[in-house]
Each structure stands twice: as structure tokens, then as C-alpha cells.
């Protein structure tokens, strides 16, 4: 089963409660709907989109096994080995060891983690939002290690080498992508 991007949420919701989840799994998707249309997957946008709002599926319960447990919970559900493979790879190196192939794949887990970083950086700005945010003060954040520390910089530097992009570029296509969700405030 493909689930819609609206069926995708209902399934998040079955597993995650708290709002910073359930928001980072719409902001994601809506990331990943934005780089697919972006990268010229524009027919499979709903399908980018429902693999990053279930990225996190087993997060919020399950954050010893993440990136493993999601995985038999959707075979349980019968859903697309596809959407199973593609959540699972963003936790390539951490806890799995299924490496992100697929343009989707690659983007997921670049661009995970660096929308919790522009997140960050967008809230410190008095507009506390990203429609103004410029690369030049995401990239001054991303050098301090202290700031946001749970972001890590290690995987979305990575990222950006699997998708043979400079770290400038990767950041500013996604602040673009965070700039087309209704779910970034």
C-alpha cells in the first residue's frame, strides 16, 4: 500500500502524540514534496511527501530502535517496500545500515536534520521566520556546535556530498523548500 500524503499523517499520529513530532513530519514532507518537484520527480511529489512525514514513524516511541522499529510496523501495515527502504535509509550509519541510493533517499536524510537547524536559526531572527533567513546566517549556526546541538552536522554535511551539492547549496534549497509549508511558523 502507497498511502496519500493525508493518509501518511493519520498513520504518524497512530504512533507519535506530541506536537514537535507531528509537526516535523509535515514540515519534512512538505520539504520532500518541494525538492521532488524541484529535482523533476514532480509525478511522485505525493509519494516524496508521504516518506517524509513518516521518516519518524517510531521516534517518538520507539527512540532506542529507530529507523528499525518503523520498519516492521510498516510491513505490518502493508505498506510500499519503497516508502519502508526510504524512511529506514536516513538513519544510515546511526542505526541502520541501509544506504540512502535514490535522489528521495538522498534528500531525506540531508535535508532531516537540516530543517531542524533552520528551524532553530529562524526562531532566534526578530521575524522568527524563514521567509527572510539567508544561507550566510544559517551557515554562521551550523559553525557553532553549541547551537542546536541535536542537529547533527555530521549527517547533513554527508548529505550534501551524497548529492554531490556544496553545503550552501543544500541549505539554500531547503530553506526554499521550508519556505512552501504551511507547517513552518
Known amino acids: 500500500?502507497?498511502?496519500?500524503?493525508?493518509?501518511?499523517?493519520?498513520?504518524?499520529?497512530q504512533y507519535n502524540e506530541g506536537d514537535f513530532h507531528l509537526k516535523h513530519g509535515r514540515i519534512v514532507g512538505d520539504c520532500m514534496r518541494w525538492f521532488a518537484q524541484d529535482l523533476g520527480y514532480g509525478e511522485e511529489a505525493d509519494f516524496w511527501q508521504a516518506v517524509g512525514i513518516l521518516h519518524?514513524?517510531?521516534?517518538?516511541?520507539?527512540?532506542?530502535?529507530?529507523?528499525?522499529?518503523?520498519?516492521?510496523?510498516?510491513?505490518?501495515?502493508?505498506?510500499?517496500?519503497?516508502?519502508?527502504?526510504?524512511?529506514?535509509?536516513?538513519?544510515?550509519?546511526?542505526t541502520v545500515d541501509i544506504q540512502p541510493q535514490h535522489d528521495?533517499?538522498?534528500?531525506?536524510?540531508?535535508?532531516?536534520?537540516?530543517?531542524?537547524?533552520?528551524?532553530?536559526?529562524?526562531?532566534m531572527r526578530p521575524s522568527k521566520s524563514v521567509e527572510d533567513l539567508e544561507v550566510k546566517s544559517v551557515k554562521?549556526?551550523?559553525?557553532?556546535?553549541?547551537?542546536?546541538?541535536?542537529?547533527?552536522?555530521?549527517?547533513?554535511?554527508?548529505?550534501?556530498?551524497?548529492?554531490?551539492?556544496?553545503?550552501?547549496?543544500?541549505?539554500?534549497?531547503?530553506i526554499q523548500a521550508m519556505r512552501s509549508s504551511d507547517a513552518v511558523d
Not at 535535508?111 to 531542524?116: C, H, N, R
Open 56 to 94: 519518524d514513524l517510531d521516534f517518538e516511541r520507539y527512540p532506542d530502535q529507530h529507523c528499525l522499529k518503523s520498519q516492521e510496523i510498516m510491513r505490518e501495515m502493508g505498506l510500499d517496500e519503497r516508502i519502508i527502504r526510504a524512511t529506514a535509509s536516513h538513519g544510515y550509519g546511526i
Open 1 to 13: 500500500m502507497t498511502p496519500t500524503p493525508e493518509e501518511a499523517f493519520e498513520i504518524l499520529k
Open 104 to 123: 528521495m533517499e538522498k534528500v531525506l536524510f540531508a535535508a532531516d536534520e537540516l530543517t531542524g537547524l533552520i528551524g532553530a536559526v529562524a526562531v
Open 140 to 174: 554562521k549556526k551550523f559553525k557553532d556546535k553549541r547551537f542546536a546541538a541535536g542537529c547533527d552536522r555530521d549527517v547533513i554535511q554527508r548529505g550534501a556530498e551524497m548529492l554531490g551539492w556544496d553545503l550552501d547549496f543544500l541549505i539554500d534549497k531547503t
